[in-house]
């Protein structure tokens, strides 16, 4: 059965520095995601994609993030300058549905260790 | 926005009980609802989903009732088995012009041999 994947698996950054986690979603699918998990929180929605713009974004999504699709399999989250506070668990999703959220099949997850 | 309530926040059972999870939602447009199951250290998996054009929808030892005048909606697992173990995620999509997922706060169900 196909899956989403994602790398790395564990990611530790210093406060200030950028980092890109990377996501292959699944094959066939069009619409992407990012969500985060704060450690013992729920998961919250940051960005979501489709036919390469941004489809609808969070207010956690400011000008430090950005997505990209830059090859027909992997989808990209970069966070700018990164802070303490993102530190969390990302979590990458894809839906093969041509009319937005359903079904969407997530990612083991990049967990993000700012320092 | 969309607000999602999950209660209870853990809950207990023996194994062969019945679990059940309620989930409220705030957004009156709102069209699809999944259920997620995480276990520790690995990714939300879809375990169940339903339509607001449905009361009920049952998979196995899974079901999931959902009450459009109530705004809630509920999981419900039968015959429950220490596998089951883990925390479950509901969740609400606000409406059909948007395809973001509103997550609750997740209940850590734990079941007793």
């Known amino acids: 059965e196909p899956e989403v994947t994602q790398t790395p698996s564990h990611q530790v950054t210093q406060m200030g520095q950028e980092v890109i986690l990377r996501c292959v979603p699944i094959?066939?699918?069009?619409?992407f995601y990012w969500y985060r998990q704060i450690l013992g929180q729920k998961v919250e929605f940051l960005v979501s994609?489709?036919?390469?713009?941004?489809?609808?974004k969070s207010e956690i999504f400011d000008d430090q993030f950005s997505v990209e699709r830059p090859d027909g399999s992997n989808f990209t989250l970069k966070i700018r300058s990164t802070k303490l506070e993102d530190s969390a668990m990302y979590f990458c999703?894809?839906?093969?549905?041509?009319?937005?959220?359903?079904?969407?099949?997530f990612g083991p997850g990049t967990r993000l260790t700012v320092t | 926005g969309e607000n999602v309530e999950q209660h209870p926040s853990t809950l207990s059972v023996q194994e062969g009980d019945s679990a059940v999870i309620k989930c409220t939602y705030s957004?009156?447009?709102?069209?699809?609802f999944p259920w997620y199951k995480q276990e520790l250290g690995k990714r939300p998996q879809l375990i169940i989903d339903?339509?607001?054009?449905?009361g009920e929808k049952k998979d196995q030892r899974i079901a999931v009732t959902l009450n459009k005048t109530a705004k809630h909606f509920s999981l419900h697992i039968t015959e429950t088995q220490p596998e089951d173990s883990a925390v479950y995620f509901c969740?609400?999509?606000?409406?059909?012009?948007?395809?973001?997922?509103?997550f609750g706060t997740g209940t850590r169900l734990q079941v007793f041999p």
């Open positions: 994609f489709y036919n390469n713009e941004i489809s609808e």
């Open positions: 339903i339509r607001s054009n449905v």
């Open positions: 969740a609400a999509s606000p409406s059909y012009n948007t395809d973001k997922l509103i």
């Open positions: 094959s066939n699918h069009l619409y």
């Open positions: 999703a894809s839906s093969e549905a041509e009319q937005g959220a359903e079904e969407q099949y």
């Open positions: 957004d009156s447009a709102s069209n699809y």
